[in-house]
Every structure is written in C-alpha cells, then in structure tokens.
C-alpha cells in the first residue's frame, strides 16, 4: 500500500484541484462572502467527499451493481442540483445586498451536494478501482484513499476560495459582481456537460 500512496496523493491532487463544482462553488462563495464565511461550506466539502468514499468503498458500489438504477436517479439528481445552484450563483444579489438576502452553503449541504455531485462520484468510484487490490484488507485501503482525500481536499479548497476571495476585492459594482456570478454559473454548467460528454 505504501507505494501506491505518491500515486494516490497525485491523483487526489489533480482530481480535487481542477475546475469542477466544488471549486467553481467555493471560488464564487469565496468571491461573494469571504474566506471566513466559506469555511464550513470548504470542511463539508471535505468530510462529505471523505465520507463518500468510505461508504462506496464499504457497500453503496454493491448496492448499485444490483440496483443500477438508484445511481441513475442519484445523477440525474445530482445534475438538477448544479444546474441549480448554478442558477442561484448567476442571479446572486448585488453586493450591498448579499450579506442579506444570501449565504454560503453550510457545512451539511456541502457535505450532501457530494452525494449528488457526478464530478465527486466519478473521482471517487476512480479512486478506488485503481488503488485498491484483492491482495490487500480491502477496508484498509479504502480508509487510506478516503484519509488521502480528506487531507489534500481543505488545502486545494481553501485555495480556491482565496482565490475568489482576491477577485471579490475587484468585484466593488453591481454590473462586475453579476458578470462574475454569470461566469461562474456558466462555469458550472459547462462542467456538467464536459461530464456527460
């Protein structure tokens, strides 16, 4: 397990660093709120995905390999969801009025979006197929990659939304705020369809 763990560390990294829905998500929130106020949305990203993983790797791929059907709903779900919270991004209030009429996702919403997120079923389902083996405790490695994931996830979110918090500075007019929320919307959407493509 040891020489798979550079490899498995490689992959989270590039799999949870890259443009996707959780980091368009906290990148716009980052923008829109504040680093301060991202952070739980950033800890439920991480215990959520986290929390996925073990639990594929312990039992839902069984479940879904008999009930192919449950994943099928979970992502047509999951696309509703973006397509959403991509909406609600594009339209988010002028900046005098977002601290009002808006917040960032809690820690429980985060932590759920990953269950309907296709991009984190994807990773994770990767994840797992590709460092675990019949050689190994099959539990073990499945903690290992989710403890993996779990410590790269908070890092790579958290630069996100600084990197969103810096572009929030310049954002000072209504018109530059609805354009970067658009951008932002627009980013999510094009995600989902780069997924289904």
């Given at each position: 397990?040891l ?12 799999s ?14 980052g ?29 839902f791929?069984?479940l ?22 991509a ?9 005098e ?10 820690f ?17 389902i ?9 050689e ?37 007019s ?17 995600s989902?369809?780069?997924?289904y493509?």
């Amino acid at each position: 397990m040891l020489s798979v763990l550079l490899p498995m560390f490689a992959f989270a990294i590039a799999s949870t660093g890259t443009p996707g829905p959780n980091n368009i998500m906290v990148m716009a929130s980052g923008a829109n709120f504040g680093y301060w106020r991202t952070i739980p949305h950033m800890l439920g990203i991480a215990l959520g995905f986290s929390g996925m993983v073990v639990a594929l790797g312990l039992g839902f791929s069984q479940l879904f390999a008999v009930y192919p059907q449950v994943h099928e709903i979970l992502k047509w779900l999951g696309t509703a969801y973006l397509l959403f919270l991509a909406w609600k991004i594009g339209t988010a209030a002028k900046p005098e009025d977002a601290q009002a009429k808006s917040a960032p996702l809690t820690f429980v919403q985060a932590a759920l979006f990953q269950w309907v997120n296709p991009k984190a079923w994807m990773v994770g389902i990767a994840g797992l197929t590709a460092f675990t083996s019949d050689e190994g405790n099959y539990e073990f490695q499945t903690l290992i990659i989710a403890g993996v994931f779990l410590a790269v996830s908070f890092p790579l979110s958290s630069f996100w939304c600084s990197f969103g918090t810096v572009i929030g500075r310049f954002l000072t007019s209504p018109r530059s705020l609805r354009l970067f929320n658009g951008a932002m919307a627009s980013l999510i959407v094009g995600s989902i369809v780069l997924l289904y493509i």
